[in-house]
């Protein structure tokens, strides 16, 4: 079993920055993936960002590439995604999955989830 607890979100403006964290606990192996996901309302979950365990490899979603950072802190087993340039339709709660299958952006593929992080972004 894997544990997650996210945090780090809050209420910023368009432009501004924000950091997200996901602290990861339990039988956990360095062949496994994480990953940040969002769901905005009345929309479907969708695929952020993906990065794999030892933090040397990440993969990003059109929409976020070249504004958001996903990082790991290996002393810690934290993880990170920093937010910039953060624009209106980024609003939504964002959650961190892992998968037992490596680095991967396939929601499917996820087996633990956090609780999420609510980020609203105001125009």
């Known amino acids: 079993q894997v544990q997650l607890v996210e945090s780090g979100g809050g209420l910023v403006q368009t432009g501004d920055s924000l950091k997200l964290s996901c602290a990861a606990s339990?039988?956990?192996?360095?062949?496994?993936?994480m990953a940040w996901f969002r769901q905005a309302p009345g929309k479907e979950r969708e695929f952020v960002a993906a990065?794999?365990?030892?933090?040397?490899?990440?993969y990003y979603a059109a929409s976020v590439k070249a504004r958001f950072i996903a990082s790991k802190d290996n002393a810690k087993n934290t993880f990170a995604l920093q937010m910039n340039s953060l624009k209106p339709e980024d609003t939504a709660v964002y959650y961190c999955?892992?998968?037992?299958?490596?680095?991967?952006?396939?929601?499917?593929?996820?087996?633990?989830w956090g609780q999420g992080t609510q980020v609203t972004v105001s125009s």
């Open positions: 339990g039988r956990i192996f360095s062949s496994y993936g």
């Open positions: 999955a892992v998968s037992t299958l490596g680095l991967n952006h396939l929601e499917a593929m996820f087996d633990y």
């Open positions: 990065i794999n365990w030892l933090g040397s490899g990440t």
